[in-house]
């Protein structure tokens, strides 16, 4: 029988992370969406936390505590939540699948008190991407393979020193570990997006880059790539189960407080009714998120669970996003509050895949 109550490891996880975001990383978030970029102290600050560090070992890993720590990040700020996930997805792809050279040579370079960036590239630059439809391709040369293609929306691209390049292969996906130094790879410059506007997403393109056979993940033995879109598609609806949490929380006060016509927002009806549905959705976000990575935790086949917890929570966080809009009527376009930080993140973040990971 399948329980969800937490463990009283995971509450104090989950209290002692929802401290450190909400008293480190949310009063930065609207100034780091400001100024398009995160500081460095915040990025230190967070990888002080470990959470990155603890992926490096089969054991201490949690899909489920992963996913507990995403949301209270989240809730803080997605951005933030993001430019954490992305490094960790890549250490987990190396530690659940590289060969043990791989592990000795790439994990220690994660090592330390000092924010490293690395990233999963699994989206493309194409109106019709699909990752089941990769126009990335890995070319066999003598030992060797060559990539070539382009990637896009990869987080803090700019500062990564390695990137996990998804691509085409003999007709079926495989996963490379190319550094950020390699002849042939060129990472555009940020060119600005709607939301998440800190997380420097970018292109990367990759222009006859030779990869030696010893960084295929896996190496001979290759890598299951749908497990890590798996775990990316988790880790996302774990942020935006944080976000969606977010938006409720800030909701829910201001109506009790704004008065309209000599009576509160939330006793109208209308409004009532819609915080109630802001609740249920939260809530079945989070159960969904929860139930995907439990399957990832006890080796189970979560892609079913992890499409179906990514496509609702895409879905559901911009619903929430945009209801909280509503509710704070003409306030909720102003920078005086974070609503509208939260709609724009909220879009974005609904078409993002594969950068992630629990």
């Known amino acids: 029988m399948i329980t969800f109550e937490l463990t009283e490891e995971q509450q104090i ?5 929802r401290e450190f975001a909400q008293n480190v990383l949310r009063p930065i978030a609207q100034k780091a969406d400001g100024d398009g970029k995160v500081g460095r102290d915040a990025l230190d600050a967070i990888w002080s936390t470990e959470i990155v560090q603890a992926q490096a070992t089969e054991e201490g890993r949690s899909p489920v505590l992963n996913a507990i720590l995403l949301e209270e990040l989240a809730a803080a700020d997605a951005t933030i939540a993001l430019a954490v996930a992305a490094p960790m997805a890549f250490v987990q792809a190396v530690v659940d699948q590289g060969s043990s050279k791989q592990r000795e ?9 000092t924010y490293k960036s690395a990233a999963i590239t699994v989206m493309e630059p194409s109106f019709d991407a699909d990752v089941s439809r990769l126009q990335t391709r890995a070319s066999k040369s003598g030992d060797d393979y060559v990539l070539d293609g382009k990637k896009a929306f990869v987080p803090l691209a700019s500062d990564c020193s390695h990137f996990l390049v998804v691509a ?6 495989d996963a490379f570990i190319v550094p950020r130094e390699s002849k042939g790879v060129r990472v555009q410059a ?6 998440l506007c800190a997380l420097g997403l970018s292109e990367v393109h990759f222009e006859g880059v030779r990869v030696p056979a010893s960084m295929r993940l896996g190496e001979h033995n290759g890598c299951d790539v749908q497990k890590i879109i798996n775990s990316a598609r988790v880790g996302l609806s774990a942020i935006a189960t944080g976000l969606g949490r977010s938006v409720l929380d800030y909701v829910i006060p201001y109506t009790k407080d704004r008065v309209v016509h000599g009576t509160a927002l939330a006793r109208k009806q209308a409004i009532a009714f819609r915080i109630a549905d802001m609740h249920i959705e939260v809530e079945a976000m989070r159960w969904m998120s929860w139930h995907a990575a439990w399957q990832l935790e006890t080796s189970q086949n979560a892609t079913r669970s992890a499409q179906l917890a990514y ?11 945009d209801e909280g809009v509503q509710a704070f009527g003409g306030h909720g376009f102003v920078r005086a509050h974070p609503i509208e930080m939260w709609y724009r993140n909220a879009r974005s973040l609904s078409v993002l895949e594969g950068i992630a990971g629990v």
Do not use: D, H
């Open 190 to 195: 940020p060119k600005g997006t709607l939301g």
């Open 13 to 17: 996880a989950q209290s002692t992370m």
């Open 311 to 321: 496509t609702y929570a895409a879905e559901q966080v911009l619903s929430i996003a």
């Open 105 to 113: 040579t790439i994990l220690k370079e994660f090592e330390g008190q």
């Open 168 to 173: 085409e292969s003999s007709g079926s996906a």
